[in-house]
């Protein structure tokens, strides 16, 4: 269980949670031990998070057959971002058609243990449940048809073909996590 | 005379983007005129200027997205384009629509 700062790096061990979602049921992340898991931190508030999550749920659609999870973390402040409080979180789901969960990380402990620092920000797990993608959806938030580089589905099919993730790490490009 | 100002904070990434497709738009509309940057540093800062997120674009004091939120402070903002998607960034066609009403 999360209980002190990791910092995860390429290589390191998920470290394991257990968050509420918006099914209002406890998620661990235990649950998904066979399955390739994309942690990503992600809230409502966020522009680039709006401008992304389409591509959350698109890639979720398009993994899933092959044992792929997509997982979304909130862990901002919601009494200064009330756009991103628990319930405007499953009217969000609701309205998006989310395909994946979305926890909240209400005492940021998780956001913290592995060292998120912005939304979105993947951290992608092989079913052995180790790093091995860490960074940006793809390296365009403005434009999804001007996309050069899709970061995490490159690094998806390379983890699930068993090959190098050609580009293990990017510098996640969105709002800061709001720190209590 | 027309007055255009860009206010931004460091945290969101867009603000270099934003303010040169804001250059690009004056250039093209071929309007020479000194932008008035802001970098808001605080949380006073950003209530003393009503400053709704990261990047603002006013046109003669008028924000070129007008929000109808009290809401302000230290954040990045969301603007819909004009295909209904969501981006941190404004295009040039809004830019391009405040600067020919104030002008």
């Given amino acids: 269980m999360v209980s002190e700062v990791a910092n995860l790096k390429i290589g390191d061990k998920a470290l394991d949670f257990s968050l509420i979602g918006i099914d209002d049921r406890q998620h661990s992340l235990d649950e998904y031990s066979n399955n390739v898991v994309a942690v990503i931190?992600?809230?409502?508030?966020?522009?680039?998070?709006r401008a992304w999550e389409d591509?959350?749920?698109?890639?979720?659609?398009?993994?899933?057959s092959k044992g792929v999870q997509l997982v979304a973390i909130?862990?901002?402040?919601?009494?200064?971002?009330?756009?991103?409080?628990?319930q405007n979180m499953k009217v969000r789901a609701r309205e998006k058609k989310f395909n994946f969960p979305y926890l909240r990380d209400e005492d940021q402990k998780v956001a913290n243990a592995y060292g998120a620092q912005r939304t979105p920000e993947v951290f992608l797990f092989n079913s052995g449940g180790a790093l091995q993608y860490h960074g940006a959806i793809d390296d365009n938030y403005d434009d999804p048809q001007a996309v050069k580089v899709h970061y995490l589905r490159n690094a998806l099919d390379a983890v699930l073909n068993g090959t190098k993730v050609p580009v293990a790490e990017t510098a996640p490009v969105g709002c800061t996590i709001k720190w209590k | 005379m027309l007055r255009v100002t860009f206010q931004y904070i460091d945290d969101c990434p867009s603000h270099e983007q934003a303010l040169a497709r804001l250059r690009k738009v004056l250039r093209e509309e071929r309007i020479q005129v000194e932008i008035d940057i802001i970098k808001i540093e605080n949380e006073q800062?950003?209530?003393?200027?009503?400053?709704v997120g990261s990047p603002t674009i006013l046109v003669n004091d008028t924000d070129i997205d007008p929000q109808s939120t009290e809401h302000y402070g230290l954040a990045c903002r969301a603007y819909q384009l004009e295909d209904g998607r969501?981006?941190?960034?404004?295009?040039?066609e809004m830019i391009k629509r405040a600067i020919r009403r104030e002008s």
């Fill in chain 1, 74 to 86: 909130n862990a901002n402040d919601a009494s200064k971002y009330p756009d991103d409080s628990f």
């Fill in chain 2, 45 to 51: 800062q950003a209530q003393q200027l009503r400053f």
């Fill in chain 1, 55 to 64: 591509r959350m749920v698109k890639i979720q659609g398009d993994y899933a």
């Fill in chain 2, 86 to 92: 969501i981006s941190p960034l404004p295009s040039e």
């Fill in chain 1, 41 to 49: 931190f992600s809230c409502n508030h966020c522009p680039y998070v």
